[in-house]
């Protein structure tokens, strides 16, 4: 089992990122698939996820530090969930995460079972 995050980076306030997250060794498609940030010293914070379109319907969740700015999607095609982020600020810096979880729809990290190693992000001022 294998998720592996890419395209993170350094990135001005007001800019975009889009983080991809590819997952191999699992039924992917079967998988909520949930996106992760944690700033050293804090707690990891939950802020959005996707449910499996085949078994949940297409449902999604956004941190309210989020909503409006990220948008998340999936390729089952290509085992690959995507977070677009736009309108980047410098509180967005952080280590981001994806996960897998049988849960429907959860922004509980006790609910998901496979981790990828994460990618930074970096937003100057």
């Known amino acids: 089992v294998q998720l592996v995050e890419s395209g993170g980076g350094l990135v001005q306030a007001g800019g975009s990122l889009r983080l991809s997250c590819v997952g191999s060794?699992?039924?992917?498609?079967?998988?909520?698939i949930g996106w992760f940030r944690q700033v050293p010293g804090k707690e990891r914070e939950g802020i959005s996820c996707?449910?499996?379109?085949?078994?949940?319907?297409?449902?999604?969740y956004y941190a309210p530090s989020v909503k409006g700015r990220f948008t998340i999607s999936r390729d089952d095609f290509e085992n690959t969930v995507y977070l677009q982020m736009n309108s980047l600020k410098p509180e967005d810096t952080a280590v981001y995460y994806c996960?897998?979880?049988?849960?429907?729809?959860?922004?509980?990290?006790?609910?998901?079972?496979?981790w990828g190693p994460g990618t930074q992000v970096t937003v100057s001022s």
């Open positions: 060794g699992f039924p992917f498609e079967d998988y909520a």
């Open positions: 996960a897998a979880s049988r849960y429907p729809s959860s922004s509980d990290e006790q609910h998901y079972d496979y």
């Open positions: 996707i449910s499996s379109v085949r078994i949940s319907g297409h449902k999604t």
